[in-house]
């Protein structure tokens, strides 16, 4: 079992940054592909970014591009989101989740493939 905790959002002007955190438990954590998906009010759940689980590879959607990078520190079992030159458009509900997968060099763009969720940390951009 992997548990996730994320934090780090909050009321941001257009422009601005955050860096979101996700805390998990358990040593697996170490071996999974992390997530980052965001959900705005009345829409589905979105792929944001993704990093394998040694950090050798990462996978952004392409709005978000240049602005956001995903990393991780494993000692500290932590996945990370820093975003920068936040848009009104980026406000949402950010989600980490672990794709319980170990050592796998590729990673999934898509909900069902993540098999742990956090609970998620709202991200609210004003213009």
């Known amino acids: 079992q992997v548990r996730l905790v994320e934090s780090g959002g909050g009321l941001v002007q257009a422009g601005g940054s955050l860096r979101l955190s996700c805390a998990a438990s358990g040593r697996t954590f170490r071996s999974y592909a992390m997530g980052w998906f965001r959900q705005a009010p009345g829409k589905e759940r979105y792929f944001v970014a993704a990093i394998t689980w040694n950090g050798g590879s990462t996978h952004y959607v392409d709005s978000v591009k240049g602005r956001f990078t995903i990393s991780r520190d494993n000692a500290e079992n932590t996945v990370y989101l820093q975003m920068n030159s936040l848009k009104p458009e980026d406000t949402a509900v950010y989600y980490c989740?672990?794709?319980?997968?170990?050592?796998?060099?590729?990673?999934?763009?898509?909900?069902?493939?993540?098999?742990?969720w956090g609970q998620g940390t709202q991200v609210t951009v004003s213009s």
């Open positions: 989740a672990a794709e319980a997968r170990p050592y796998r060099d590729f990673v999934s763009r898509a909900t069902p493939d993540y098999d742990y």
